[in-house]
């Protein structure tokens, strides 16, 4: 069972906190800590031995933290996700494939995407695919049907996997902290299409991608994983685009395990990870 928490730093956490696991009997398999000397708060991820009832847990160590104590409690491990995905099947067909075989922490419930370009891997897959075209429709009824069919899921997260329509504020606030995107880390140079054809036209030497919860801020929420690798001269703009597929296929893997393994905690626009 994992208990996460963050709160104002004061002296004694770490001990109030395993006094209180040791009164219920709760052996502490792993505790990593984490203190910002900046803000004067303090995070925590704790592993414990058995699982006890959630709700009851979290009252007792909100007792006995700061008053602006979040404690989050979850015996269950396996998070419910929803992707969403247009035409470019690398990130998508990565998660179908741990799903598959349950090596990706969370249960994929279905898959939406706002073109019938993937639906052939889905079937595949046996996984439900939803079309929701884009096309002809207002943005605030697009939006109205992927929110109606991932409602009906009752996700923990929705994962964009290279899904290239921009979400509105009124649809991210419905999911404050559930959504997680890939892009390139080329941002904010190259922005707009054919973004590895412009840095192969300006002979870049680096290339990566960045995973990141969605906020408002377009491309500028917290960040979860990274990656860069080198690239030369030798490489044209087909090599960049499978180069670059590889790199964002890898580091959205990294931030969903990160994710889903609970090591992720966010406060105001930054992340601790407990990787």
Do not use: W
């Amino acid at each position: 069972m994992v208990i996460v928490i963050q709160c104002a730093d004061k002296v004694g956490l770490v001990a109030t906190i395993a006094g209180l696991l040791q009164g219920q009997d709760l052996n502490i398999v792993s505790m990593r800590e984490h203190v910002d000397g900046i803000q004067n708060r303090f995070f925590a991820r704790v592993e414990v031995s058995k699982p006890v009832e959630a709700h009851t847990l979290e009252v007792q160590l909100k007792a006995v933290l700061p008053p602006d104590a979040q404690v989050i409690v979850n015996p269950n491990p396996v998070k419910r996700i929803v992707v969403l995905a247009t035409k470019e099947y690398h990130c998508l067909s990565d998660i179908l494939i741990r799903n598959h075989f349950n090596t990706l922490g969370a249960e994929v419930l279905g898959v939406i995407g706002n073109h019938s370009t993937l639906d052939d891997i889905c079937r595949r897959f046996d996984m439900t695919f939803d079309l929701v075209s884009h096309e002809g429709i207002s943005k605030e009824a697009f939006e109205a049907q992927l929110d109606k069919i991932i409602k009906k899921y009752r996700v923990d997260y929705i994962v964009l996997a290279k899904f290239v329509r921009i979400l509105s504020p009124s649809f991210v606030e419905k999911y404050p902290l559930q959504i997680i995107n890939i892009h390139h880390s080329f941002l904010p140079a190259f922005i707009g299409a054919n973004p590895y054809k412009q840095a192969y036209e300006r002979g870049v030497k680096l290339i990566g991608a960045t995973a990141h919860f969605v906020t408002n801020q377009l491309d500028e929420g917290p960040i979860i994983a990274q990656q860069i690798i080198s690239v030369n001269h030798s490489y044209n703009s087909s090599d960049m685009v499978k180069a670059g597929k590889e790199i964002e296929t890898a580091v959205l893997a990294n931030a969903l395990q990160l994710v889903f393994d609970d090591k992720v905690l966010v406060y105001q626009n930054k992340t601790v990870v407990f990787d």
